[in-house]
């Protein structure tokens, strides 16, 4: 047993070297354009250059945040619901839940798109009760309707998951020690479902901030974001530079949110079922 | 109040699927309009089979996905045997940690990483590189290979060590042992991350916007470049049998009794 056999020895080895060429080597050139003008020369301008888009990182962030708290405050009660449900129910909405995460991200910004536009199917039924048309699409509302609409799921499933690993033994005692329901949501539940919460946001924080396909179709273009910068510079060469130093800092904020954030919970809670 | 929490609950579930049923409702109108319903037709699925991009598109996806998702299982699976074998912390931890870093990072900056590699690499004279299948099938075996790692590497730690010993001792050679012993035990998290990998493949779209060429669409990206600009029925009529497609796909899943397996601890969604 002290003897590892030659597969055990190498096994790793493709994987290692996949992950230098296609993950580390990528990311350092994202690091290489940040710092190079278009002839390769090094720079910093790229770099000071950001500063003129401090708004967008701004308004991205807004976005992000809201979309993210409200996802919270909808999803949170929602996963404590089925947490309490009897298991066969639990087992059938939590196939509920996950159906629209398979479903492709566009095709679901594309549908809430047919019912919010302009002559979508929300306006034709003002229109034909005799209302005036309201304009959605194109306003932050919409664009954060979106987000929330698309990443819902993706904050009630890991707190679902952390509330469902929960012993059900404390309710009891905190009940035989005098809590009532409220207070034992407050006081058990809520604590320790902290893991799968820090989960939740950073699931649907970080595709909601780097989104460009939600903001194109339900924004109408009158917003940018991040994303939508980002995918904008790499459509023409002679801005992937300025584009990969967008990523870059990007990036660095989202990593260093993230670690934060999991300094708050355990390492392995919070997971996500398949 | 139990009462009102399973009121909030089913509105919160109808309101999630509202817009994916008014979308499937729609794409048999005849009539390609949000404002009547003329009548059930199968119109726009027939407009839809009779585009050839389309149906290019549909196959590239699912060349793609089942290439990518086997490529990384292979890979991935390994990949989990050496994590568990290793006696070095370190090594165990820095490669589980890089592995997971297209988990972590937002989809856009793994496409635009990836991109920039590509453009670089193209540059280098006597390296063939072109945006397209290969591209493709790189960025999306990288994407799969964290999810596979991490259905397969539980498997390993789960399965009783002595009965590798026992084989071992009873004469096997260890590359048999690993065939006869180890391979059934960790198969259920092979065949979960097989099918979450072939499942990521075909739904994604950011990154493969950033790695593929106009000659080489996925399904996503045909769905992207034609709903840039207008509203087409043939779009619902296609969004309609992906939802299908999907349906069918989690449902056998389900039967299958293929359970309770960690897809993501922490990650990238869309």
């Excluded at chain 1, 479903?103 to 594309?110: A, E, N």
């Excluded at chain 1, 034909?128 to 699409?137: A, E």
């Excluded at chain 1, 780097?210 to 194109?216: G, L």
């Excluded at chain 2, 670089?120 to 072109?130: D, G, I, K, N």
Aim: aromatic share 12%; charged share 15%.
């Amino acid at each position: 047993m002290n003897k590892r056999s030659f597969l055990e020895r190498f096994a790793a080895v493709p994987h290692t070297v996949w992950a230098v060429l296609f993950i580390l080597a990528p990311l350092l050139f994202v690091v290489y354009f940040a710092f190079t003008d278009t002839y390769g020369n090094f720079t910093f301008d790229n770099i000071t250059m950001l500063s003129s888009y401090t708004h967008i990182f701004v308004l991205s962030i807004c976005f992000a945040l809201i979309a993210t708290a409200i996802c919270l405050i909808i999803g949170y009660p929602l996963a404590y619901i089925i947490s309490q449900l009897s298991p066969r129910r639990q087992k059938l909405l939590v196939v509920f839940l996950m159906l629209p995460m398979w479903i492709s991200l566009l095709i679901r910004t594309y549908s809430l798109m047919a019912i919010l536009d302009n002559g979508g199917l929300l306006n034709s039924l003002l229109v034909s009760l005799g209302l005036d048309k309201i304009k959605i699409v194109g306003t932050s509302g919409a664009v954060i309707l979106g987000m929330v609409y698309d990443f819902l799921p993706y904050m009630v499933l890991p707190i679902y998951t952390s509330m469902s690993k929960l012993d059900k033994r404390y309710y009891e005692a905190a009940a035989d020690l005098g809590c009532n329901s409220l207070k034992t949501l407050f006081r058990v539940t809520l604590p320790l479902s902290l893991p799968g919460v820090i989960s939740g946001i950073t699931m649907v924080f970080v595709p909601s901030i780097s989104t460009f396909y939600i903001s194109q179709k339900l924004g109408g273009g009158s917003f940018d974001l991040i994303g939508d910068t980002i995918e904008r510079q790499f459509k023409n060469v002679s801005t992937y530079n300025i584009g990969a130093a967008i990523s870059l800092v990007m990036m660095i904020l989202i990593l260093i949110s993230v670690a934060v954030m999991n300094r708050f919970s355990d390492e392995d809670e919070g997971g996500m079922i398949v | 109040m139990k009462k009102l929490s399973h009121v909030y609950m089913w509105v919160v579930f109808a309101l999630l699927y509202a817009p994916i049923l008014v979308l499937v409702l729609f794409s048999f109108n005849r009539a390609g309009s949000l404002n009547h319903f003329s009548g059930f037709s199968l119109y726009w699925y027939r407009e839809l089979f009779r585009d050839a991009t389309a149906l290019t598109a549909l196959r590239n996806s699912l060349v793609l996905a089942v290439s990518s998702s086997l490529i990384a299982t292979v890979i991935g699976t390994l990949a989990a045997l050496g994590i568990d074998r290793t006696r070095s912390k370190f090594l165990k931890g820095s490669l589980t940690s890089v592995t997971n870093i297209p988990m972590m990072n937002p989809d856009i900056v793994t496409g635009v990483s990836m991109m920039l590699l590509f453009v670089a690499a193209a540059s280098v004279p006597f390296l063939p590189v072109r945006f397209g299948f290969t591209t493709m099938l790189i960025a999306h075996t990288t994407f799969n290979l964290p999810y596979i790692i991490l259905s397969v590497l539980p498997r390993f730690r789960q399965m009783d060590k002595h009965l590798r010993e026992a084989a071992l001792d009873l004469g096997c050679t260890p590359a048999k042992t690993f065939f006869k012993v180890e391979l059934p035990a960790i198969l259920p998290g092979i065949v979960s991350g097989l099918m979450i990998g072939f499942t990521l493949s075909l739904d994604d779209f950011v990154i493969s916007h950033f790695v593929s060429s106009p000659d080489f669409q996925t399904l996503p990206l045909y769905v992207y470049n034609q709903t840039a600009h207008e509203i087409k029925y043939s779009m619902y009529a296609l969004c309609a049998l992906m939802v299908f497609a999907i349906l069918a796909l989690l449902l056998a899943v389900n039967f299958a009794g293929a359970k309770g397996e960690k897809k993501q601890k922490n990650g990238g969604a869309a």
